[in-house]
């Protein structure tokens, strides 16, 4: 495992000896591996979502396309 040094103001430090039954060290190994793991899935979920950008203008296009075909449809039959 890799060693890590971490500096705190002197006041933090002081809270924290405050509270011994508190393992810092593990807490923050906690925390650290915690948020490692929420920035990976969202990477994960970028690069998916990217992936399906292609698909997702295909379908805005279609959509749009469609609303304007109605459009003109109701406009023939004198609806609006």
Request: hydrophobic share 40%.
């Amino acid at each position: 495992m890799v060693s890590v040094t971490l500096s705190v103001p002197p006041e933090i430090r002081a809270l924290m000896n405050k509270f011994p039954e508190v393992n810092w060290s593990g807490f923050i190994r906690t925390s650290i591996e915690e948020k490692v793991k929420q920035l990976s899935w969202k990477e994960e979920m970028l690069k998916k979502l990217k992936g399906e950008e292609a698909f997702t203008q295909w379908a805005v296009k279609a959509q749009r396309e469609s609303r304007r075909d109605r459009l003109k449809k109701l406009k023939r039959k004198g609806l609006l």
